[in-house]
């Protein structure tokens, strides 16, 4: 195997592995400064996990460089333990303290939007939800979708975007799809019917269609970036939502190495399609985070509303034990993924 091709199937990977720890970097960057903000102790800001690389301290903060890239952390004071310094986290207010939570998720979540912004202005034109050609004998064509109709649903699922015609569709459990379409200025309903083909295991509609693009202006590129952005969030809490109902097993679930393996693809195919991925990668994190899962930000801040509310802390041999059972069932989950995405890739 020659050096090229080496480095050929090398540079992806690594590519991928600097975007999800500068998403991680992000993230953890929105804690740091919301704390330096809040006047609260941080003792070390780390890039990477494991062995330390090399480090410095400036105004009682170390920073660290470690071995690993895949991820990091805001280490502040009376964080995780009982603490008596005034500059620790345990020491601020309530709002303060929720100010800090939410930071790292509301960065990654301004990270998704400004990269859907930057990539709607690269396009020469924005996407619309209206059908502007077929392909050579496409099924939908033969079944009642026709050119000039605008897409306001599919399968009850309400659709203001491209992506959201792409999500409708990947969501379907058959080749039959119902649509709303705006005809004439009129809503006919119909049922579509489209082509399926196998992809890792699963049938999947075939897109058989082409959608308009429009001319773009600063109104309509800021206008299709939020819906986009809303889409891209959407996504996310349908496929929380699939998982739960049973429509998604954990083998369909992707970990660390799964998302490597995503972005290191898209990679390949072309820098948009790596920066969507991205995109859509950090409103995940920035979401998940939220959730209100013991050792997540969302627990945290569920108990500090709870605090506000009642005026009064869990107490904190609970909190403790609460997130330690909460840790062991993440890091417990992330080797199953992990075993699972590792599989998928020998496979």
Not at 73 to 93: N, P, R, T, V
Request: glycine letters at 8%.
């Amino acid at each position: 195997m020659s050096i090229s091709s080496i480095w050929n199937s090398v540079y992806p990977v690594l590519i991928a592995i600097l975007f999800f720890e500068f998403i991680i970097l992000i993230h953890e960057g929105g804690h740091f400064v919301a704390a330096k903000l809040n006047k609260i102790k941080v003792n070390e800001f780390a890039i990477g996990m494991g062995p330390k690389l090399f480090s410095f301290t400036k105004k009682e903060t170390q920073y660290s460089l470690r071995l690993l890239p895949l991820g990091g952390y805001c280490a502040m004071e009376g964080e995780d333990e009982e603490s008596e310094d005034s500059g620790s986290f345990s020491k601020k207010s309530v709002p303060s303290r929720m100010l800090v939570v939410v930071a790292g998720a509301v960065m990654n979540l301004i990270l998704g939007f400004v990269i859907i912004l930057c990539l709607i202005c690269s396009q020469d034109l924005v996407g619309t939800t209206t059908v502007g050609a077929f392909a050579e004998d496409a099924a939908s064509s033969q079944s009642g979708l026709m050119i000039d109709d605008r897409i306001k649903s599919i399968d009850g699922m309400r659709v203001f975007t491209s992506t959201d015609v792409q999500t409708g569709l990947s969501r379907s459990p058959d080749a039959t799809v119902h649509m709303v379409v705006e005809r004439d200025g009129k809503s006919v309903p119909i049922d579509v019917t489209f082509d399926m083909e196998e992809y890792e295991g699963r049938q999947l509609i075939v897109w058989d269609f082409q959608l308009y693009g429009v001319e773009k202006t600063p109104l309509n590129v800021l206008k299709n970036s939020i819906q986009v952005f809303i889409s891209f969030t959407r996504m996310v809490f349908l496929s929380v939502h699939d998982i739960i109902i049973g429509r998604y097993g954990l083998s369909d679930i992707s970990g660390p190495v799964g998302a490597v393996s995503v972005v290191s693809t898209a990679v390949k195919i072309s820098w948009f399609s790596m920066f969507r991925i991205m995109a859509l990668l950090t409103i995940n994190i920035g979401l998940f985070n939220l959730f209100p899962i013991p050792a997540l930000d969302g627990w945290r801040l569920f108990l500090l509303v709870g605090e506000g509310i009642f005026k009064r802390k869990l107490p904190a041999k609970w909190e403790y034990a609460i997130n330690a059972a909460g840790i062991i069932v993440l890091l417990g989950l992330m080797a199953v993924v992990t075993f699972s995405d590792i599989s998928k890739f020998f496979k």
